[in-house]
């Protein structure tokens, strides 16, 4: 079983950075896809990056140049680092690794960790 640990949220002012670390258990290389998700109160969950096995990458139209997604294969992390945060920013961030199956891709989840921007 995929084990994804999150780490690296916290609370934070307007403007500030901040890095998201995700810890695999299984190797990042052999999933499709790693990415993150947000979900704040009331709100659906939503994407936010993806890194594709291939190196290709993805954004949100609300972190796209604020945000990078990355990864460190010997350390089957994936990291994002997010910089310029609004308190638009502030949820529970989620990993997600996405790993092809018939007939449909399994997907794995983290616990989430919290960022929270104050204004």
């Known amino acids: 079983q995929v084990q994804l640990v999150e780490s690296g949220g916290g609370l934070v002012h307007t403007g500030e950075s901040l890095r998201l670390s995700c810890v695999s258990s299984?190797?990042?290389?052999?999933?499709?896809?790693m990415g993150w998700f947000r979900q704040a109160p009331g709100k659906q969950r939503e994407l936010v990056a993806t890194?594709?096995?291939?190196?290709?990458?993805d954004y949100a139209d609300s972190v796209k140049g604020r945000s990078t997604i990355s990864r460190d294969n010997a350390k089957n992390t994936v990291y994002l680092q997010m910089s310029g945060l609004k308190p638009e920013d502030t949820a529970m961030y989620y990993c997600?690794?996405?790993?092809?199956?018939?007939?449909?891709?399994?997907?794995?989840w983290g616990q989430g960790t919290q960022v929270t921007v104050s204004s």
């Open positions: 997600n690794a996405r790993q092809s199956n018939w007939p449909r891709p399994n997907d794995y």
């Open positions: 299984s190797t990042i290389l052999n999933f499709q896809s």
């Open positions: 890194l594709y096995r291939s190196g290709n990458t």
